[in-house]
């Protein structure tokens, strides 16, 4: 069986060793912690429902193929040209 663990909660590094060590809890048998109870904007919970039922659409999903290959636009082409407009060399 494959785990997958995401560390979440800010980068700084009291905010990673808390998340770790939660992290390493549940993977030695500690139930997770419950989330802190927090107020909620009016509507958050209908916004929620429409992120629920995107994430459980199947048919929207990536292949894994997709997801690997995936570059976003911000990091550019293989085929860029440098801030010159010539083609850059290796």
Excluded: C, H, I
């Excluded at 808390?18 to 809890?25: I, N, V």
């Excluded at 549940?26 to 209908?46: N, Q, W």
């Amino acid at each position: 069986m494959k785990r997958v663990s995401t560390l979440q909660g800010g980068y700084s590094p009291e905010a990673m060793s808390e998340a770790l060590k939660a992290s390493l809890m549940v993977l030695t048998g500690d139930p997770p912690r419950e989330p802190p109870l927090l107020e909620v904007e009016e509507g958050f919970d209908a916004y929620l429902q429409q992120v629920r039922e995107r994430l459980e659409n199947r048919t929207k999903w990536w292949s894994v193929e997709e997801s690997w290959s995936y570059l976003p636009s911000e990091f550019g082409d293989e085929d860029d040209e440098d801030e010159d407009g010539e083609d850059e060399e290796d």
